[in-house]
């Protein structure tokens, strides 16, 4: 196999605000483990957070309770195939960029793939530093544009700032609280589970429960009472961020 390690700035996977770093989490789903192994320590070497499995169910379920930055997929998987992980995830409205990995190098392998929701394709054997630079790319696709803000009706998040305002009014929130609307506000009118809510929390994650979760939901809701946005609770599936002139 030809999978050469690339030694590259460990800061390189992270994304920078003014005064936060946010490090880019990703999921790799391959059943050979000499080859995740390397792929993993490539990617860990250029500073980006890894999950590991190696069959379609597993990735499947890991992709219903934790939000990744890019997963990285490969075709032939024990259990539930590549194809099938990234169609559930699709059909779930899940936008999280998704880069193929496979032996199939057949332009037919390659339509399908991407006419399914696929982002980018990769044959095997690749070189390290074009997989690192197909992820950053990935990576930044997802980034704000120019303005650095997303909306929710009159609900605005500097990303840069990582400041939360309502009408032009700052509205005052906990750390904890902050992290919740984060990852709401970025997947507005979307669903957003709790163990997704648990996970933004940090290595403190694993310790939350989803009573904390609820507590830090009733708090923003308080907040936002003058705010256009409003969180629907769904029951058994989570939470969704929108806003009261919603068209959709």
């Known amino acids: 196999m030809c999978f050469s390690l690339w030694g590259a700035c460990r800061a390189s996977g992270q994304k920078f605000t003014n005064n936060a770093v946010t490090v880019m989490k990703l999921l790799l789903v391959e059943d050979n483990e000499q080859l ?3 792929l993993a320590k490539i990617l860990e070497d ?6 590991r499995v190696s069959d379609g169910d597993a990735a ?8 990744y930055d890019v997963v990285l997929l490969d075709l032939n998987l024990p259990n539930l195939s590549g194809k099938g992980v990234l169609r559930r995830l699709r059909e779930r409205g899940d936008d999280t960029p998704v880069l193929i990995l496979t ?4 332009v037919d392998e390659k339509v399908i793939c991407l006419s399914a929701g696929a982002d980018d394709y990769v044959v095997k054997p690749f070189d390290a530093r074009e997989l690192v630079a197909r992820v950053k790319v990935l990576v930044r696709r997802q980034l704000p544009s120019r303005s650095n803000s997303v909306r929710c009706g009159d609900l605005s998040y500097d990303i840069d700032r990582r400041q939360f305002s309502v009408s032009g009014e700052t509205l005052n929130l906990t ?3 902050h ?9 507005a009118r979307k669903t957003v589970s709790k163990p997704m809510l648990a ?6 994650s694993t310790h939350t429960s989803e009573d904390a979760i609820e ?12 705010s256009t946005a409003t969180i629907i609770t769904l029951r058994g599936l989570g939470y969704l961020l929108q806003a009261g002139d919603d068209d959709e």
């Open 36 to 38: 995740a192994h390397w």
């Open 46 to 51: 250029d500073g980006f957070v890894l999950d």
């Open 60 to 67: 499947d379920r890991f992709l219903r309770t934790t939000r």
């Open 103 to 106: 032996a199939s190098g057949s």
């Open 175 to 177: 750390p904890r609280e």
């Open 179 to 187: 992290a919740v609307l984060e990852t709401l506000i970025l997947k």
């Open 199 to 204: 996970d933004s929390l940090g290595s403190s």
């Open 215 to 226: 507590i830090y939901v009733s708090r923003l809701r308080k907040k936002l009472e003058k």
